[in-house]
């Protein structure tokens, strides 16, 4: 039950993250499902982003060589 649970909530926080991603300029790159990992574009160069993330404490997403994002 426990493990159900705990994968119920990444699955939807992970959809959640992908809207707010996408209302902030983010556009997902694939339209299919995904469970708890997804792609990004980013409209400025990742490092662009990731840094100030990382200044105020967050975990940005992993820069893919296509300039996308992999959250």
Same mark, same amino acid.
């Given at each position: 039950? #426990?493990? +159900?649970?705990?994968? &119920?909530?990444?699955?939807? %926080?992970? $959809?959640?993250?992908?809207? %707010?991603? !996408? &209302? !902030?300029?983010? !556009?997902?790159?694939?339209?299919?499902?995904?469970? $708890?990992?997804?792609?990004? +574009?980013?409209?400025? &160069?990742?490092? %662009?982003?990731?840094?100030?993330?990382?200044?105020?404490?967050?975990? #940005?997403?992993?820069?893919?060589?296509? #300039? #996308?994002?992999?959250?």
């Amino acid at each position: 039950q #426990g493990l +159900r649970q705990a994968a &119920e909530l990444c699955c939807s %926080k992970a $959809h959640y993250l992908q809207g %707010k991603l !996408a &209302e !902030a300029g983010l !556009a997902p790159v694939y339209s299919g499902e995904f469970f $708890h990992e997804f792609v990004t +574009r980013c409209p400025v &160069e990742p490092e %662009k982003l990731l840094r100030p993330l990382a200044e105020k404490g967050y975990l #940005g997403g992993l820069p893919l060589p296509d #300039g #996308g994002l992999l959250w």
